[in-house]
């Protein structure tokens, strides 16, 4: 008995290498050119950076994993981010204990993410249009309450909440970290993560089945919303003010994160540790070409290139996919 266990958990981890492998081997040889190319790039203390900014993209991307699953999209968690962080920011700064603040944030993101997955899983209306809706309404709010304008930070505990570190590991590599088991084991380990890769592989059959779509689709965008919320803060903590232009751009390096980790646009494929090694791809080119100094523009046409290239792989695959079931 335990001969095949051992086997099969032998089976399971080949598997999973075989469908990373191709990630995996990317991030290393980047890690490489990086580190001959800027012998900085390699140092703890850089690598300790590259985790830290990595790890706000990481809590959306987690979320994005999610949606993209069941076949969503999600393009309100940039504008997401920014409502949170003002609303939060403004609590604080009326003298609010933080924990209020931070419950304030988190249910400002939960409250955009519901009402998408409200509209999303009760009309026929298509998730791109709906969550880029929801996306300008919230920017043009952030916009006209601030006037366009900062708002500073004057609490120190809200300043700690992404600025400070438990030893050496920022707080915000914590909150990564977290997000990433927490996701991991939805997916992985429970009903409700079954039930996701049924919807995303074909939501009539999963609809037939008994599985309630509309609950599940409602309750992802709320999770959505709640990691762009916290990602939101942690931002805002880490800035020590608050931009209404936080956030912007943010929906398109989670997407480009969860595409390169495998997950399938399609819906019904993908994994939060495919999620993890697609984030790191992104942020060791962030990283690296700002070590490089690089100008930003330059470094806007290295990502378009990578997330072109990550979206046909998947247009390849499925395709291939679909080319062997007819077989």
């Not at 790890?55 to 999209?73: F, K, Y």
């Not at 601030?146 to 809200?158: H, N, P, V």
């Not at 074909?202 to 992802?220: E, Q």
Request: positive net charge.
């Amino acid at each position: 008995m335990k001969n095949k266990e051992a086997i099969q958990t032998g089976e399971r981890f080949r598997r999973w290498f075989m469908q990373y492998a191709g990630q995996f081997a990317f991030l290393i040889i980047l890690f490489v050119v990086l580190s001959i190319a800027s012998p900085t790039f390699r140092t703890a203390t850089n690598l300790i950076n590259v985790a830290r900014q990595v790890s706000i993209n990481m809590i959306i991307a987690c979320a994005m994993t999610l949606v993209l699953i069941i076949g969503g999209i999600d393009l309100s968690v940039g504008a997401v981010m920014a409502m949170s962080g003002m609303v939060s920011a403004y609590l604080s700064l009326m003298g609010i204990p933080f924990g209020i603040c931070l419950l304030a944030g988190l249910g400002v993101g939960a409250v955009s993410g519901l009402i998408d997955g409200l509209i999303l899983a009760n009309t026929h209306l298509p998730a791109f249009i709906v969550t880029y809706a929801i996306q300008n309404i919230l920017r043009g709010m952030v916009y006209v309450i601030t006037g366009a304008g900062t708002i500073r930070l004057t609490s120190q505990a809200y300043m700690n909440f992404g600025g400070a570190s438990l030893g050496p590991i920022p707080y915000p590599v914590i909150y990564m970290i977290l997000i990433v088991i927490i996701s991991s084991l939805l997916l992985s380990g429970s009903k409700f993560g079954r039930h996701m890769y049924a919807i995303g592989g074909n939501p009539k059959a999963a609809l037939f089945a008994g599985i309630d779509t509309k609950k599940i689709t409602v309750l992802i965008y709320t999770i959505s919303g709640i990691c762009a919320g916290m990602a939101g803060m942690v931002l805002t903590s880490r800035n020590s003010s608050m931009q209404p232009a936080v956030g912007n751009g943010a929906e398109m390096d989670a997407i480009a994160a969860v595409v390169l980790g495998g997950t399938s646009m399609a819906g019904g494929r993908g994994a939060i540790a495919g999620t993890v090694l697609g984030a790191f791809i992104i942020g060791f080119i962030n990283n690296g070409l700002n070590m490089l100094k690089m100008d930003s523009f330059y470094q806007y046409i290295c990502k378009g290139i990578v997330i072109l290239i990550a979206v046909y792989m998947d247009d390849y695959k499925n395709t291939k996919m679909l080319k062997g079931s007819k077989k």
